[in-house]
């Protein structure tokens, strides 16, 4: 149980193409979902929160006119990275949990090559 | 605040032997999670093993358990037996209002 779907795995476009990645739990509710960054050999950079229904709360230093992040239904998180940019370039990883008290479950990540 | 600190950016281990990555924590709130991920090559998180705050009980999983000191604010993996496959990083986490990890620890096996 407990499985995050998270497409597409790997993205090459064009700078200046906007990217939109998708986050699913197929057999739970997510009450909470979660979006990182991670670079490589680093822990995972936290970009924003979202609760289903509200906005995301995103952490400081994160735009969030370029990470644009929808929660549109308690198994559903997308994330569209507007405009991107070499710098974008990274693995996003989303996460979902069914509670306060519960287990992050994570995606598979996406790695996004901006060229 | 909520701090999770992981000392020990890189361990190594004989296969079949057994190995502690430490990780050190400090939260203002009484009812807290704990976790340990798992992290391979595919870049895949792994829940290995999870610790609720109130329990006194170290979490066993198989060849993982912990060492949960609450007064200490210690919460440290032990992987008896390791394989091949334990190899990756490894991420400490805590989750109370929100979810913190530490900065991971590289685990390598040596056959």
Known sequence: GAVVSQHPSRVICKSGTSVKIECRSLDFQATTMFWYRQFPKQSLMLMATSNEGSKATYEQGVEKDKFLINHASLTLSTLTVTSAHPEDSSFYICSARAGKRQPQHFGDGTRLSIL | ?111
């Open chain 2, 1 to 111: 605040a909520q701090t999770v600190t992981q000392s020990q950016p890189e361990m190594s281990v004989q296969e079949a032997e057994t190995v502690t990555l430490s990780c050190t924590y400090d939260t203002s709130e009484s009812d807290y999670y704990l976790f340990w991920y798992k992290q391979p090559p595919s870049r895949q998180m792994i829940l290995v093993i999870r610790q609720e705050a109130y329990k006194q009980q170290n979490a066993t999983e198989n060849r993982f358990s912990v060492n949960f000191q609450k007064a200490a604010k210690s919460f440290s993996l032990k992987i008896s037996d390791s394989q091949l496959g334990d190899a990756a990083m490894y991420f400490c986490a805590l989750t109370g209002n929100q979810f913190y990890f530490g900065t991971g620890t590289s685990l390598t096996v040596i056959p």
